[in-house]
């Protein structure tokens, strides 16, 4: 049942997706609506998905890298949700939906029994597990505003005047946006991480032992870091951290794919 919630869930962001590109392009408010109307029917979709997968196995439904990413996902459709209606920026969807539906479409169904080489027993594991989910939410949603930011700013500096830029908001919104994102995700990023480094001698036997999406876990953190670091020196802001945003963001998809497909003590 879960499966099938969950390929609902898809198909709904698809549809969404499609929506909201359609209206940046023909600036259509009722296109928008629709996408904002299928967003929420597949986010319900994918609540249910996650429930029924949990009360089917009897345990929390974030034991698999698999159900990790669909987790991610489905924070960062609710983030998406609350940014939107917060600072009014229906156009981000646009940019979001396409990220979350590339992550969700590379979960075949195959890979959703892929479980944790470790069983998950300690409270401090799952509370790790957790912070780390609404910290790459979070940052789901920074790459999406630093696509669109490099697209205004692309489209002002072009002098483009179509119909799908006239949709996109300031670039001053835009920067405060991932500044507002990053500020979000990296403390969560951050603590979770901490907590997943301290429970690691109890889990495995030793914090030494090789694991990839430790490595690039930690690579991701050190890039986001050093986008915070620079945004509160003032040196970093508008392109310069979009593009880092964007780098951090690749490091991210690198992070959880090594969870899925390499071996280690995470997974595969």
Request: glycine share 10%.
């Amino acid at each position: 049942m879960n499966a099938v919630l969950y390929d609902i869930a898809l198909t709904a962001y698809i549809l969404a997706a499609a929506a909201a590109i359609g209206s940046l392009f023909g600036r259509r408010d009722q296109l928008a609506w629709v996408a904002l109307l299928l967003t929420q029917a597949g986010w319900i979709c994918h609540t249910a998905a996650v429930i029924a997968r949990g009360i089917e196995l009897g345990r929390l439904p974030f034991v698999t890298m698999a159900e990790v990413i669909s987790l991610v996902i489905w924070a960062a459709v609710l983030l998406d949700f609350w940014i939107e209606r917060r600072h009014r920026v229906r156009p981000l969807s646009a940019f979001v939906l396409p990220v979350v539906l590339a992550l969700g479409l590379g979960l075949p169904t195959g890979l959703r029994s892929i479980a944790l080489e470790t069983p998950v027993k300690s409270g401090w594991i799952m509370v790790h597990v957790a912070l780390v989910l609404v910290g790459l939410a979070a940052l789901v949603l920074n790459f999406g505003v630093a696509l669109m930011y490099l697209v205004r700013e692309w489209q002002l500096k072009h002098k483009r005047t179509g119909t799908f830029y006239r949709g996109l908001p300031p670039l001053e919104t835009l920067d405060r946006l991932t500044v507002a994102t990053l500020t979000i995700g990296f403390p969560f990023l951050t603590v979770g991480l901490a907590l997943g480094v301290l429970s690691a001698p109890a889990a495995w036997g030793s914090l030494l032992t090789f694991d990839p999406l430790a490595l690039f876990s930690l690579v991701m953190w050190v890039i986001y870091a050093a986008t915070l670091l620079g945004r509160v020196m003032g040196q970093w802001g508008g392109r310069r951290a979009a593009y880092y945003a964007i780098a951090g963001f690749c490091v991210l998809l690198a992070t959880l794919s090594a969870g899925v497909f390499l071996h280690g003590r995470h997974g595969s």
